[in-house]
């Protein structure tokens, strides 16, 4: 059984990740921190794990976490490089959920963050962490950056585009929109249930994070910059992303379709919806998969993508998962076999 | 006093049409007509009106409509055509919240919605009744095409761009979401709340019919055709419509926001937000305001508008009355002040 | 027009009080005070009253207050009673929208609120701002207790029976829910829309404040101490309070329905169903209604009554208004004539 | 493998079947039937089931169901009756979701559901199917009347109490809430999301068909008759059942606590929480749980027992692949031990 610690687990990545952990059959959860609820039974706190897990929060200690075999971060951003390098010199692996590796532009993720980065040089060394696009890196990985939510949702949507070069790359629009789990589970007025329920807003609009984070990857898959614009928006409902996409064709006659079939072909966790269908958020609730439809536009040459995953599966916890599985030679769906419930 | 008549006032944009009609200090609700509920005190149906609105749903009756002064058709399209040469002819005026006489081309016309049209002639004479935007015409009508409400939202978002002419016309894109009321009253299996909460997921995506009505509204504030992408989303709420539009500036300098602030200065139900404002659907349920908000996009020359308004209200009965009340010559807000209800 | 003061008007209590205030045709909202935002527009915080209300937030100051002709409190407990008597010295008028004044019983008060009581002497004074119970008493006083939300819907809903004689006292079950709004509008982890959404839970279990308060209103209807086991749940919902009361017939043959249609006729905001009905929170949803309906409970001599209000405005800041309107002599309605915006 | 087969999969309870089924060790989904919707396959209707189930809905069949080990019902009542008997004849084991077998006193059961039954003789041989009370006998059983969700969510909460003979049987009172799946797939107009969400109402107040099976369970439970009043609501949330259960003790000094813990020691699938805790319906959702709490009632003798279940789950499909477990020898949790998604 792997040994896994888990740093920060009272919010909704954490939880998700103990979910996942604890019905992993090659896993055993076996360390989980939180500095403010130290001592509390992690069975208080979420009591969907009642009788399911048997562990205590405790105060953070590396020497603790250095016997596990893999270390999961699902903290604020600048915790996890605090922490990393000690861990990869005592031979832990660590995946981070939060952003401190993603960015491999150093200055450009200082200018984001607000804060300067303790350990650039692990940046480097760090895997992005989508199997998708960086499976054979993720193996061999000590160190992985999971990616961000609307990353996830939105790359998976152009990888097929842009590595074969289809689209004109200045002009990408990412219309998405995250249910309210994508805040977090510390108290803000915004995310109030009497404040975010019955309303549709978007955020972010004067700069969010995750924009350098997908113009990175796009422009890695593309080899080139791209022209970006990225708006998020708020659904009132706890779990769920889609994303809209809009890409101009550079030739009319690209079979869409046919290549998005062809590039994800045999991904276990990318389900492309046969032509006409629209991908709904609910039928990823819970699970690892991002659902993927392609239609032309109204407008001449526009192609228009849509993408599902669920923020907290794919979109955090069950990537960490799925990356975990990669980097110990695990299947790579153990544990991540459940199907959405619905309704 | 004005005597009103509601011809199928059974579905949501007919409940909505009796609460603000109910409350006008200058109209009475005289005759509701509905085939299946006549006999049906109003109240009984709409539970919200007891107390409020004494009025029984009769049978069908152009003879009894003919005695009021302005007829509503809140009606499946297709039927308001049948009876409105006679309404004309007997000195009715008539305010058609239904598509029979939106779209200009009636072949068009006739190949979105399936069927032939009974009177095209009516067609040319209707003013399409979106006062921010042909209030002079309106004031004279005979008969109102009350606009979609995706039309309304995405129409108020760009016709300062498009007056002035300052973004590029072929490749505009209108990402929008609707609350589920959108889709009408009468009972289908996808929105159910079972199925429509805790979901988010495009429709219409092969083709939605407020698209040429879009385009229409664009070609005619741009001067010529448009290329127009059009994805409509359904969020899982009952009330408002958000509409996310993409657009390409001509010349990188525009200044959107004084643009904006100038174009609608004196728009009784047009609120342009201030700079870095988003502008919530919420703020608007229940009543006839829009809001707008403009944001430079990430990439080069784009620009982001956003534009939030009830879709029952300003996308349907309250942007009836307020045609109602030009049409009459009673003030353009009479019976539309209502604030909205927030939480 | 009438000068009136809010004081704490940032919760949800404070902008529905500003909501119908502004509206109100002979009151004038004069100052709003808030320690935390003293000089934010309060239209920039409650964007829904954009437009509408130009007022600023003020630091407390009981020198502007003592300008009003009366003040609301929609404060925390313990911070009405604090200003009151100056206020009540200096001529103004008091509703506390809080619990300050409502509890008879001071040691009683003291326990439940955990703290001193500062002015014992003004709860004698102060009239329960209940006018369907209280009306002589509220039109003469100077200070009114406004009624908890739960104890408005439940005594509502007992009213005809206890002042009938016609129910055992010693074993009432107020079965109670409330939306999310009565939690308040400051962040709290239970009440986030992740936490609150998709759930049901009872809360308060081991005794909620508003059990001494229902409790000491049964007693004064009943004319003698009731066993009363009141158990109030959340339900994910914005707005609304459901109350659904159990109690034992003293004499199988009553007639209920008879009894609470003559108890309450000729009420203005009292709306008895007509047997075999059942009240939607939703048809009150934003305004002062309460509506009821009685049923036959499946054991013998039970009877079920069903009660339900807007939380925030029949339960708070509607039944202050409508307590101002008997205080200055005004029409009992005014200002609350809106229409529950349904769906 | 055991070889399953489904009669009428298409509503909420079948798909959920369908869940459970095909992540069951070892169980083969191998007949779904559907008169509506023969040749459809099952995960086009059910898009979470893509990639794990490759059935096709066909024309019900007994030849076909004939073949399998056994037959689940998930039917519209009166339809199991039809075919059970050549079911049973033929071998076939058969578990009925519906309420075909439910009522031992077959002109009750005639009456409240309106239609003759037509194989009265198999009502008396059916096991009822809540393992909890019936264990034994489930075990031996050819068929299976599966509970109905308020039956289950309510005797588990009485069933220490009536076995011990500790409360009052005259007067017990269910104030019970469901989420809207409870109400199935099949579009109706008070199901639909605009008229469900932001609502809470009772219904059933006039007679609710759960009424004479739950009073008959209780009475089993009790020995003799019981006085039952029981108050079905509707709550705005997809899935999630809770009865708040209030009961006079026939002693005051009953330690409620004990005999709840007592009683359902070793139970797998009901969790007495803790003195002061307060079940939460999400804690429970897409499983098997039923979790439970005791509490003091504010009047004399009176207690109140809070329980939680997902009506889906324990409340119907789940509780069937239960019974199914016992009634082949398997582990009685076998497919049941996924944990509730939260948030």
Redesign the interface.
């Given at each position: 059984m792997i040994r896994a610690g888990i740093v920060g687990g009272t919010g909704?990545a954490g939880?998700?990740l103990l979910?996942l952990l604890?019905?992993h059959p090659e896993v055993e959860p076996a360390v989980i921190t939180s500095r403010g609820n130290a001592g509390t039974p992690v069975a208080e706190m979420?009591?969907?794990?009642?009788?399911?897990l048997d562990l205590v929060f405790t105060e953070p200690d590396t020497g603790r976490l250095a016997e596990c075999d893999v270390v999961f971060f699902a903290t604020p951003n600048g915790t996890a490089m605090q922490s990393t390098p000690e861990l990869l010199d005592r031979g832990v692996r660590v995946i981070d959920l939060g952003a401190d590796f993603r960015i491999r532009d150093v200055p450009l993720w200082q200018r984001w963050y607000g804060m300067e980065h303790t350990c650039p040089e692990l940046v480097a060394e760090a895997a992005y962490g989508m199997p998708e696009i960086n499976r054979a890196v993720i193996r061999e990985a000590r160190l992985v950056a999971n990616p961000g939510c609307y990353p996830t949702c939105a790359l998976l949507a152009v990888a097929p585009l842009l590595a074969a070069g289809a689209v004109e790359r200045?002009?990408?629009?990412v219309?998405a929109?995250s249910?309210?789990?994508g805040a977090g589970?510390t108290?803000?007025?915004h995310?109030?249930?009497?404040?975010?329920?019955?309303?549709?807003?978007?955020?972010g609009?004067?700069?969010h994070r995750h924009?350098p984070e997908i113009?990175q990857g796009m422009g890695e898959l593309a080899g080139a910059e791209?022209?970006?614009?990225?708006?998020p928006?708020l659904?009132?409902?706890?779990?769920?992303m889609?994303a809209?996409v809009?890409v101009?064709l550079a030739d009319e006659a690209q079979e869409a379709q046919a290549l998005f079939d062809e590039h994800f072909a045999g991904e276990p966790f990318v389900?492309v919806l046969p032509a006409?269908s629209?991908?709904?958020?609910?039928?990823v609730?819970?699970?690892n998969f991002c659902?993927l439809?392609v239609?032309p536009?109204?407008?001449?040459r526009?192609l228009?993508v849509?993408s599902?995953i669920d923020n907290l599966v794919k979109g955090a916890s069950g990537q960490a998962v799925q990356n975990m599985n990669l980097m110990f030679g695990l299947e790579e769906t153990a544990g991540l076999?459940?199907?959405?419930?619905?309704?």
């Open positions: 909704y939880v998700e979910r604890s019905q979420f009591p969907n794990l009642r009788g399911v200045d002009h990408i629009v219309d929109v249910g309210v789990s589970r108290p803000k007025q995310t109030l249930l009497c404040e975010a329920n019955e309303n549709f807003v978007a955020y609009t004067a700069g924009h113009a791209v022209g970006l614009t990225f708006v928006h659904v009132p409902m706890t779990r769920g889609h809209s809009y101009r389900d006409g629209n991908p709904q958020t609910r039928t609730r819970g699970t659902r439809a239609h536009g109204g407008a001449p526009t228009v849509l599902v076999t459940g199907v959405a419930v619905l309704p």
